[in-house]
């Protein structure tokens, strides 16, 4: 049963939230749409949970207009970025409310929802009131929910967003682990958020969604590898990848006084307005390198980011270690050139060192 | 510490307290201890007289408290529902919402005692538009004189006059929900129908004790519409406790008997109404 959408488009003011959105997802799949904030990802998830309703396209499930198929029959699960339950029910009777909508047996509900309250470790916890628990807890509840009805589209929109950080680590492993168990064989799963951490690790098949428009679609692997355009090159990494505009010429790259030998894949582009892309891990500190000064220094975690400028580049890279710097610092930075991409005037990549050449 | 000058800051307060509250209660129960009637004025001391009279020679209290019984509940029931789906109609995306929110509220704005005037002049047997027009069916109804359409009338003048009051603290309770799990409901499976039963319906349940418990001690005060529709009447057929007492006190001048129909009256209400929000908070909040 696959779900497919032609051209989806959806405009309720003046910018699209959906622009001619397509897509075939197939069941049994895991499906990443990943995207900043604003670009559609919500507005798509419900779109085809049903909630709205596109000014045009089609959607198509089982063969059947899905548009047609009212929101209460179309047997989807959906988890929401903020944690929305029943106020007024307890652990329990939230989790069983979608099979109570059905013609189910008591006993049947009671083992069901037991089942799924054990698959998110909450056994125990069923005549609580929903208010009594913590965040984490209120969302994994909704997780049990959507889980126990067996939806044959489970929708996930930034379902770990408003949670701390520990939270977040703890419950996206046990998504990967309740994903891989394989929920069902015919569900479509489809996950979105903001970010290319939990993309990569989801490792799913991925749409990457800016301003409503899909900018590329295929594996987690191939969209990290191949970022068909500066865009996604950009919203798939974190920090996004650096930019710089350089000259190609005598495969030597030229930019802002520096000059490094080309790589290979690098080598025989010609073309005038071209852009280099380099993660801010594939730059690191190196006593012969080039001289950059620090704008600003951040540490996240056990990582440092560094803001550096040299003349009118700007860059950010990170390293693995806690440093300290203080702003107007001058460093020295090495490039691992190998690993650049190119992207010519239109965006476009032309040269990836993952071998395959889009250009 | 100790802040003996604390009381001194109470007393405003418990002085207005103690003079239109409980000084009050406290003289009703002493003037129902007494025969105070217009051959016998002033406070002597008869004992329970009164209380006897009222338990075991009075039916008509005890009618008319029956039939208040069936008036309240009959008219907040209506009123409830309604109310109801009114509220529900306009807190949902429709045209003109504003006009309609503004529309349903106008019978709470006009004077009742002059609506039941009009109300009468509408029901009048003979010289009313509503017989007017069902004389063309060959009917004409004795709204105001037949005792079981008389209260029919009355119910449906409270009705009138009061549902814009359950539908503006309805409404103010839907607009006051989440609407999370709303959207939670539709994608579980909850049809219309069913949303309305299982969440919209619960959520609402504290909202709907609380109009339904204020609306009850409103209406067991009903009596300007009686007094102006029917005067009580025919007969006694819509005479209810607050009008008898009213004629038994205000009109015959038996104070002593009505201070003590009054207070009973009193504590029948606090029992019924403690049991009343004690059945509906269990039925409908199932704690």
């Known amino acids: 049963m696959n779900l497919i959408a032609n051209n989806l488009t959806y405009k309720p003011s003046e910018e699209y939230h959906l622009n001619e959105v397509s897509f075939n997802f197939k069941e049994g799949n895991l499906y990443t749409i990943l995207g900043r904030t604003l670009s559609g990802k919500t507005t798509l998830l419900k779109t085809i949970a049903g909630l709205l309703t596109p000014d045009s396209g089609a959607i198509e499930f089982d063969g059947k207009d899905f548009l047609k198929v009212p929101v209460w029959q179309r047997n989807v699960a959906m988890v929401y970025q903020q944690f929305i339950n029943y106020p007024h029910l307890n652990v329990f009777e939230n989790i069983a409310f979608p099979l109570r909508q059905r013609k189910i047996d008591n006993e049947e ?23 009594e628990l913590s965040g984490g807890q209120q969302q994994r509840v909704s997780l049990a929910r959507s889980l126990v009805k067996n939806a044959k589209i489970l929708l996930l929109d930034e379902p770990l967003v408003n949670l701390d950080y520990k939270l977040r680590e703890q419950l996206r492993e046990e998504f990967k682990s309740l994903f891989s168990k394989g929920l069902a064989d015919e569900t479509i799963l489809i996950y979105s958020t903001t970010d290319p951490r939990e993309t ?22 191939e969209i990290f590898e191949n970022p068909s355009s500066l865009k996604v090159a950009e919203i798939s990494n974190d920090p996004p990848m650096n930019i710089i505009e350089a000259e190609i010429s005598n495969e030597q790259i030229r930019f802002e006084g520096i000059e490094i030998k080309a790589p290979n894949h690098l080598s025989k582009l010609t073309d005038s307005g071209l852009k280099i892309g380099l993660r801010s891990s594939d730059i690191e500190l190196s006593e012969n390198g080039h001289e950059f000064e ?3 220094a951040e540490i996240s975690g056990s ?14 890279i990170s390293i693995e270690e806690v440093l300290n710097f203080k702003i107007h610092d001058k460093i020295k930075i090495d490039f691992k050139i190998d690993r650049a991409y190119a992207f010519g005037a239109n965006g476009k990549l032309a040269s990836s060192p993952f071998g395959e050449n889009n250009g | 510490m100790n802040f003996k000058h604390k009381y001194f800051f109470l007393f405003p307060g418990l002085f207005v307290l103690i003079g239109i509250l409980i000084f009050p209660i406290i003289f009703v129960v002493r003037l129902s201890l007494s025969g105070w009637n217009s051959y016998n004025p002033g406070l002597d ?3 329970i007289e009164n209380y006897i009279r009222l338990f075991t020679d009075d039916p008509r209290f005890w009618e008319s408290f029956f039939r208040l019984s069936f008036l309240s509940v009959t008219t907040v029931i209506l009123q409830y529902v309604i109310g109801f789906a009114l509220a529900h109609m306009v807190w949902k995306d429709i045209k ?8 349903f509220l106008v019978p709470m704005m006009t004077t009742p005692v002059i609506m039941t005037v009009i109300w009468r002049t509408f029901f009048h047997e003979s010289l009313g538009p509503v017989n007017d027009i069902l004389s063309n069916f060959g009917l004409s109804p004795k709204w105001l004189t037949d005792p079981a359409l008389a209260k029919f009338t009355v119910i449906i003048v409270e009705v ?5 009051f359950m539908f503006l603290l309805l409404l103010a309770g839907l607009l006051s929900l989440p609407k999370e799990p709303f959207l939670a409901a539709a994608i579980d499976g909850a049809s219309p129908v069913r949303k309305f039963i299982y969440v919209t319906f619960p959520l609402m349940a504290p909202i709907s004790i609380g109009a339904i418990i204020i609306r009850l001690i409103e209406a067991s005060k009903i009596m300007d519409t009686v007094y102006v529709l029917t005067s009580g009447g025919p007969g006694t057929s819509t005479e209810t406790s607050s009008f008898y007492i009213f004629i038994k006190g205000l009109r015959e001048f038996q104070m002593g008997y009505a201070a003590s129909m009054s207070f009973t009256y009193l504590i029948i209400m606090i029992i019924s109404l403690t049991i009343i929000a004690k059945v509906l908070t269990k039925l409908l909040l199932k704690e």
């Open chain 1, 109 to 131: 509900i009671k083992n069901k929802v037991m089942e799924s309250l054990k698959s998110v470790g909450l056994v125990g916890y069923e005549n609580r009131k929903i208010q």
């Open chain 1, 200 to 221: 990569m690790e989801l490792n799913g098949e991925v749409i990457v969604l800016d301003e409503g428009k899909v900018l590329q679609v295929g594996p987690a692997k």
């Open chain 1, 294 to 296: 620090v704008e600003l």
């Open chain 1, 303 to 316: 990582e440092t980011l560094l803001h550096l400028k040299r003349g009118t580049i700007k860059i950010i």
């Open chain 2, 45 to 47: 001391f008869i004992g």
């Open chain 2, 96 to 103: 003109f919402k504003r006009f309609f929110r503004v529309l």
């Open chain 2, 160 to 164: 009138w006059q009061w549902t814009p």
